[in-house]
Each structure stands twice: as C-alpha cells, then as structure tokens.
C-alpha cells in the first residue's frame, strides 16, 4: 500500500521542495481546513441536525440565507479568530470585513470565502461547498479596512476549495500546482488523493444555466448555439452539457474530466455583471483553474488581472478547457 500523505505532510514537503509556503500560510490553511471538516460534519447530519431550510435572513445581495450559509459562517469565523495568522476576513455573508480581535501585532494576512456555495442545493441533499481565497495584507497596513482587500487575483497566495457530496474532497493550490485532498471520515483527517491536476485543453461538456438564454448577449447566444449544432456545426463535434448549480461541483468536474464553465453577464441587470463574486468565487476558482492548465476570463480579460473595486463586486465567469475557453472569449472580441 502507497504511503498515507496528510495535508500537513504535503505542505511542509511544498515548503521544503519550493521554499514557498511559509509556516503561518501553512498554519492558515490547516486551519481553513479544520473548519471546512466541521462545516462537513453539520452538512452530513441534515434533518437530524436541524441544519436544513431557511435562516430567515438576508444577505447583502438581498439573497435568503439558508441556516447552513449562516453556521458555516460562523464556523469558519470562529475557527480563523483564534487559529490563523491572520489580520481580517471577508465573506460573501457578511456585510463588511471582519478584523481579527485583540491581534497584535497584526496578522499578516486576509482571508476571504464563500462559507457554503451552491446554497440552493442544500436542502435536496445535491453536493455543496466552500471556496476561500488568500491574499497577503499590504506592508505598513495599521487598521484593516476594504480598501486592503482591493487587490487583483494574482496576488493570490492560496485558493481552495471544498465539496460537500459524496466524498468530502478539500481541492487546494499555493501556486505549485493544484492538489486533492480527501476526508477520511473515520481519522477525521486530509488524505493527499490526487496530485498535480491538470485539466484537459479540449471538451465536449459545457455547464450553463440555460433557463436564461434569452437575456444573454450575441457572443454567448453564438457559441452555444454552435455547441448545440453538434457534429454539423461549425465546432464540429457533439457535445454534452451539465449544470449542478454549485459552482464548487461543477469546477471539480471540470478539473477531473475538463469542460466549459459559463457564467455569463446579461441584458436583464447592466450593472450587475453575472451573478458570481469575484472575491469569493471566481478570483479563488481562476487560480486554481490556471494552475491546472486551464483558463478563466470575464468574456473581455483574464479574471486574475481585473482590479476589484467593491467587496462583493459581481463578474461574469467563463473558466475551464483553455481551448474553448479562449473561443468563446474571442466570441466578445469579435
Ligand atoms: O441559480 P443558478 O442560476 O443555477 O445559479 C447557480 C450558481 O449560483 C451559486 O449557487 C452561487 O453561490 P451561492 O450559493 O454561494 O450564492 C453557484 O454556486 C452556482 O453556480
Ligand atoms: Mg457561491
Ligand atoms: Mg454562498
């Protein structure tokens, strides 16, 4: 039998290998995945949990938060207070930043996340997930404030994810690559399942909410259009679609087995690019898309080079199988 490799194990190894995760990224990340395995554990009681339905809030998008949005939340508020090396956190549930109380001196870094995606599929038991992102606080930083969190995708230093369904995966990158982690349920520990992913160039799969086709702009319109057209079309070949509507079990099919991603701005809300956050959805899931040989764009430019100016700044997303996605970002050039 091949040798057990913890999540621990494998980032001190990355530290040696590449001198490029100091210990407190380190620490951070451990603990991210500390609470991504309790907010596993409430997820898998359900009904029995009382974890289902409605919290009777709003978040603010004006979304209905689901009593696992908020528990999730506060799960990994609660474990970063007091574990990480951190100064503030971000989440697409709460309406500001969140500082780390009592730290000094400062932490060194910022934490984002989307504590539970796909929140439409909790209650049907359909897989679910957490997405985080890393970010350095700027030198000299006093008092954190949005303003530090402003900072383009590829300042990322970690991005990762988990999937709630039937494995409890926790996908990870520090920039070396992107790494998978599986939870063994029983040790209650992070098992090195799958190094080094690498999403296929070309696909036959895309994943688009097709119920909104008719508020989608031209280049959209066309490049489905002509995945439906099929062998006879001018892509020349048959392809299949899926849409689970979690983002985080969608993007973990496209890394396992490539695909398109789309999540496109439309005609309904001018001002409202997408439905997507950059912070917490697509600037997480770009790096770790690029660091598995695929691609991620807002239809005009790179999703990792766009300046954020708002916490819970929308963008519309087209990520996956760097061939297409390279077509249908030409689609909006054109
Ligand atoms: O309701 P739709 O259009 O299918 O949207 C599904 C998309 O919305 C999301 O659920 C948004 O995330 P949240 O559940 O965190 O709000 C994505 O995970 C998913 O891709
Ligand atoms: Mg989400
Ligand atoms: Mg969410």
């Not at 380190?26 to 974890?51: T, Y």
């Not at 339905?53 to 990994?76: R, Y």
């Not at 005009?300 to 390279?326: C, M, T, W, Y």
Request: aromatic share 6%; charged share 25%.
């Amino acid at each position: 039998m091949s040798k057990r490799v913890s999540l621990t194990q494998h980032l001190i190894e990355q530290q040696r290998l590449h001198n490029k995760i100091p210990s407190e990224l380190r620490l951070l990340i451990e603990v991210v995945g500390r609470a991504c395995k309790s907010i596993s554990h409430a997820v898998g009681k359900g009904a029995l949990g009382e974890v289902l339905g409605s919290a009777g809030s709003e978040n603010v998008q004006g979304e209905v938060q689901k009593k696992l949005d908020v528990i999730s939340n506060e799960i990994l508020l609660e474990a970063n207070e007091w574990g990480g090396h951190l100064a503030a956190m971000a989440s697409e549930e709460m309406e500001t930043i969140h500082r780390i109380p009592n730290r000094y001196p400062l932490g060194e870094y910022l934490l984002m996340f989307d504590p539970l995606d796909g929140s439409s599929n909790i209650d049907v038991n359909v897989s679910i997930g957490t997405i985080f992102s890393v970010l350095k606080a700027p030198e000299g930083m006093t008092e954190p404030s949005e303003k530090d969190f402003m900072q383009p995708g590829t300042k990322q230093v970690a991005a990762g994810y988990a999937v709630y369904g039937p494995q409890t995966v926790l996908v990870l990158t520090t920039g070396d690559g992107v790494h998978c982690f599986t939870l063994d349920r029983e040790m209650g520990a992070w098992v090195l399942t799958q190094r080094d992913i690498k999403i296929p160039e070309d696909t036959k799969e895309f994943a688009i909410n097709a119920s909104n086709a008719r508020h989608w702009f031209p280049p959209v319109q066309r490049y489905v259009n002509e995945m439906q057209a099929g062998v006879t079309g001018p892509l020349k070949k048959d392809f299949n679609m899926r849409w689970i509507a979690s983002m985080v079990a969608d993007v973990h099919r496209i890394l396992n087995r490539g695909g398109i991603f789309m999540y496109p701005a439309d005609a309904r809300e001018p001002d409202k690019p997408g439905k997507l956050r950059l912070m917490y959805e697509a600037n997480p899931m770009a790096f770790i898309v690029e660091q598995a040989g695929g691609a991620a764009t807002n239809g005009k430019q790179r999703i990792l080079d766009i300046q954020p100016e708002k916490l819970h700044q929308r963008v519309a997303v087209f990520l996956g199988s760097k061939n297409e996605v390279e077509r249908v970002t030409s689609y909006h050039q054109e």
